[in-house]
């Protein structure tokens, strides 16, 4: 019997070629291999240190000033309430899954050996962590203006076709309810987590106005968005 031929390891990403489409060279070129490294893929004796985690939770932060910063200069005429809306279109995760799927980030995506076949670098929010990562990469090698360019590059589409009033996420829309009525904000708390490290399901409870419900997800921003959903549909308000 033939023996079957085992199929060649697939090439590591062209981080060189990347790093030319963001348009930055990186002075430490670990930040953006960093960066597209999915949890999956890290260092276990390291605990994960190695992956996109860490630079997704700076870009995050990142994404949410240089997003605000837009706005106010884009829509100089609009009231805060307004600007919150399209803000919080504009950070959800499905918009920072377009914008990553046309940086076409997920050919680069580096995910553990037989997570590629289970479409684990398609998925939504994997490619929106990803996108949140870069961010954080480039303000640590370039700092804000890095970030920035990249930023308003990749985000030009999304500010000037999104709609005059858009619809807010769930998140966004609570906290309007609360503070229109003179409550204090929400209160989100991890409940529990279960599932393999990269594939793991998060439950997180929200209370707010002497409420609780609760949400389930792939991801902690997942989850709260889905339970700030519940709270709202509890009360008619989804």
Known sequence: MARKKQAEPAAPPD???LARRIGHDFANPALLRQA???RSAGDPQRGQLDSNERLEFLGDRVLALLMAEWLGERFPEEREGTLMRRFG???AWDTLARVA??????RYLMVAPGEG?????TRQNVLADALEAVLGALYLDGGL????RFFRRAFAGEIEAGPERPQASPKSRLQEWLQGRGHGLPEYRLASTAGPPHQPVFVVTVTAAGRSAEGVGDTKRAAEQRA?????AGIGGG
Do not use: D, K, N
């Open 15 to 17: 981080f060189q070629e």
């Open 89 to 91: 279109v504009l950070v």
């Open 228 to 232: 700030a959903e519940a709270w709202l």
């Open 101 to 106: 799927e046309m940086e076409e980030l997920g």
């Open 145 to 148: 203006e890095a970030a920035r």
């Open 117 to 121: 076949r289970s479409g684990l670098a």
């Open 36 to 38: 597209l490294t999915h």
